[in-house]
């Protein structure tokens, strides 16, 4: 079991940036690779960013792809998301979630455990 919470969230002017954390609990971090959602209203909830067990490999939605950088700190059990050049699109609730299986995955079903959210705003 682990248990995982968002911060950081907020509101930003387009343009700006953002640097949301998760803080793992519970069982190590390291065990599972992690990635981060999002979920606007009336939508589903889409893929962000994945980066693997020890931080080696990393994947990207490609409509954050060069604005978007996720990374962790295993000693510390924290995984975070920089977000650059926030633009109105990039408004949601974040979640943050750990995977058990070292295979990619974009499907929300196929992550283990999540955070309640922290939500982002960007305004024009």
């Known amino acids: 079991q682990v248990q995982l919470v968002e911060s950081g969230g907020g509101l930003v002017q387009a343009g700006g940036s953002l640097r949301l954390s998760c803080a793992a609990s519970?069982?190590?971090?390291?065990?599972?690779?992690m990635g981060w959602f999002r979920q606007a209203p009336g939508k589903e909830r889409e893929f962000v960013a994945r980066i693997s067990r020890s931080g080696d490999k990393t994947y990207y939605a490609d409509s954050v792809k060069g604005r978007f950088t996720i990374s962790r700190d295993n000693p510390k059990n924290t995984m975070y998301l920089q977000m650059n050049n926030l633009k109105p699109e990039d408004t949601a609730v974040y979640y943050c979630?750990?995977?058990?299986?070292?295979?990619?995955?974009?499907?929300?079903?196929?992550?283990?455990?999540w955070g309640q959210g922290t939500q982002v705003t960007v305004s024009s």
């Open positions: 519970g069982r190590t971090s390291s065990s599972y690779a």
């Open positions: 979630a750990a995977d058990r299986e070292t295979f990619f995955t974009t499907i929300p079903q196929s992550y283990d455990y």
